[in-house]
């Protein structure tokens, strides 16, 4: 009963990223300026390094502590580069409705995984972590890439891409060993 209940928190956190990153909420939301992708690309990245320093500090494995200091390095990289990119452009990033979503969604999320015993975390945040990719994945190529404005922001986006697919196999490599 108490892993049906932890199953459905985390089914639903999740589902409320997908639906949030859905074409369907795409067609159906404002347009985004390039202003609100920038800041929806830092929340997305700066959710996954709190997603990780979570599993610095509670797991026990060493391939998911791997796989947690590559999420740092990789995120973090990417936000650098998208901070320096919109330094250049004197872009100051906007809260808008999609990453202020993100943000309380990470907020559950935490305290999701911080609830987590040892034994329980590392399946719970390999679970989140393949879902979360695949989430972030869409929304970057089916809401953000076609909805940016400016060529360099686009291109910034579409060289993250890869770095987020490959973060997905990553994830499902340690989610498929973890059966």
Known sequence: ???????????????????????????????????????????????????????????????????????????????????????????????????????ANAQETMKMLNGKSAKSFDKAYVDNEVEYHKAVINAVKTVLIPQSQNEELKALLQKALPILETHLQHAEMLQSEMK
């Open 1 to 103: 009963m108490k892993n049906l209940k932890r199953n459905a928190l985390v089914t639903g956190v999740v589902c409320l990223f997908v639906t949030l990153l859905t074409p369907a909420f795409a067609q159906q939301s404002a347009k985004l300026t390039d202003a609100d992708i920038a800041k929806i690309a830092v929340v997305a990245n700066q959710n996954d390094i709190d997603f990780a320093k979570i599993a610095l500090q509670k797991s026990k494995d060493p391939k998911v502590i791997e796989f947690a200091n590559t999420m740092i390095s990789d995120h973090q990289a990417v936000i650098d580069m998208a901070v320096a990119l919109v330094t250049k452009l004197k872009v100051t990033p906007t809260e808008n409705a999609v990453s202020k979503e993100y943000l």
